[in-house]
């Protein structure tokens, strides 16, 4: 069983453009998580989703960011006009249920020049 | 904000046992207690996880106190591919088990 897939592994971006990360869960996983571990500091939660739905996004950025997981295909985290600050790793994680563990994929590198 | 406390680092010899402690003391009757590590900038592995009885499975052992108040991971045999920062989070079962991490315990695995 392939373990949480995510592309690209790392990404630079210039600012003002758009981001996009993809996260594919484990098979039979229909949680996804998104998380974000800015330069020197800890993993921040920012959004839960099920298919096609969007659980809890309590820390999410107010603006540019946004998150879907459709129906078919992977997860995407959006962020439209990149700023360096966003320069970070996320990563993204998915369970076969709620209350269960999480797997973690290895992560995208966001670069912001 | 993190609900557990736990030493910002150790040092363990390799082949010895691994004892990381934290501490929970504010955790409540459906909390579970989560490990999970972070090897250098991987993604972060889930190791074990216990409500009130001790686990144990192919990477490590939990001991969870009697009042639960606080646990001790336990690596039986360390390697040096066990060098990370460890976690210990607590999580609610009920629907939304996003996870809060702290700052968690560097283990440094020295030979």
């Known amino acids: 069983n392939a373990g949480v897939m995510q592309n690209p592994r790392h990404l630079v971006r210039r600012r003002g453009q758009e981001a996009r990360l993809r996260c594919s869960p484990m098979?039979?996983?229909?949680?996804v998580y998104w998380y974000r571990q800015l330069p020197e500091e800890g993993l921040k939660f920012m959004v839960y989703?099920?298919?096609?739905?969007?659980?809890?996004e309590s820390g999410m950025p107010k603006e540019r960011f946004s998150a879907e997981f459709p129906k078919e295909g992977p997860s995407i985290l959006r962020i439209q006009q990149v700023v360096r600050g966003d320069s970070a790793a996320y990563f993204c994680a998915s369970s076969p249920r709620t209350g269960r563990e999480q797997y973690f994929g290895p992560g995208t590198r966001l670069t912001v020049t | 904000d993190a609900k557990t406390t736990q030493p910002p680092s150790m040092d363990c010899a390799e082949g010895r046992a691994a004892n990381l402690p934290c501490n929970h003391s504010?955790?409540?009757?459906?909390?579970?207690v989560y490990w999970y590590r972070q090897i250098h900038s991987q993604g972060p592995q889930y190791i074990i996880h216990g409500l009130k009885n001790n686990e144990t499975n192919e990477m490590a052992s939990l001991i969870i106190t009697e009042d639960r108040k606080s646990s001790t991971l336990i690596l039986p045999h360390a390697t040096l591919r066990d060098t990370a920062v460890y976690y210990c989070i607590v999580v609610p079962m009920e629907y939304g088990n996003k996870l809060v991490f702290g700052a968690g315990t560097i283990l440094r695995v020295k030979s």
């Open positions: 504010t955790i409540s009757g459906n909390e579970y």
């Open positions: 098979k039979g996983h229909s949680h």
């Open positions: 989703l099920q298919k096609e739905n969007i659980i809890d």
